[in-house]
């Protein structure tokens, strides 16, 4: 009985340092877009420029 508590603390330990990832990888993709976002941005915005001379 003592194994399997040992052995099910172990994965949930594991999960949690899985889940720290996630978070961390999904925080970056979210910078990601916001930048992307921001180019397409300022780029619509050089396009307009070019087109007005």
Same mark, same amino acid.
């Given at each position: 009985?003592?194994?399997? =508590?040992?052995?099910? &603390?172990?994965? =949930?330990? &594991?999960? &949690?340092?899985?889940?720290?990832?996630?978070?961390?990888?999904?925080?970056?993709?979210?910078?990601?877009?916001?930048?992307?976002?921001?180019?397409?941005?300022?780029?619509?915005?050089?396009?307009?420029?070019?087109?007005?001379?």
């Amino acid at each position: 009985m003592e194994l399997n =508590i040992h052995g099910t &603390g172990t994965k =949930i330990d &594991g999960m &949690g340092l899985k889940i720290d990832g996630l978070v961390y990888a999904l925080k970056n993709n979210r910078e990601v877009a916001d930048l992307q976002s921001r180019l397409g941005n300022e780029l619509k915005k050089a396009e307009g420029l070019s087109d007005m001379q």
